[in-house]
């Protein structure tokens, strides 16, 4: 069982940037793939930016270069780091852990209650 906590989410100008944290309290962090999804109002959850337990890393493609993916085992925390925001980018975000050795979109087991994050024009 994992336990996830985010923090960091806010109301920012476009252009500006925010850090997002996930808190994970349980057993075997460092084992779980994470994974950090968006849902806009009207829309499908996307997957924004995932990390594995190796290091790999996974951006959409509306992301990269612009968001930073990031984890420390040793604090069982992950974090986005956000550039370059867009009001397109506006959106409740929410971290997830699943189990390795699927694909980056594959179910995900344990999710955070969302932080809003709000990108103003």
């Known amino acids: 069982q994992v336990q996830l906590v985010e923090s960091g989410g806010g109301l920012v100008q476009a252009g500006g940037s925010l850090r997002l944290s996930c808190a994970a309290s349980?057993?075997?962090?460092?084992?779980?793939?994470m994974g950090w999804f968006r849902q806009a109002p009207g829309k499908e959850r996307e997957l924004v930016a995932g990390i594995s337990s190796g290091g790999y890393i996974y951006y959409a493609d509306s992301v990269k270069g612009r968001f930073t993916i990031s984890r420390d085992n040793a604090k069982s925390t992950v974090s986005l780091q956000m550039n370059s925001l867009t009001p397109e980018d506006t959106a409740v975000y929410y971290c997830?852990?699943?189990?390795?050795?699927?694909?980056?979109?594959?179910?995900?087991?344990?999710w955070g209650q969302g932080t809003q994050v709000t990108v103003s024009s």
């Open positions: 349980g057993r075997s962090f460092s084992w779980y793939t």
């Open positions: 997830a852990a699943k189990s390795p050795g699927t694909g980056w979109t594959s179910k995900y087991d344990y």
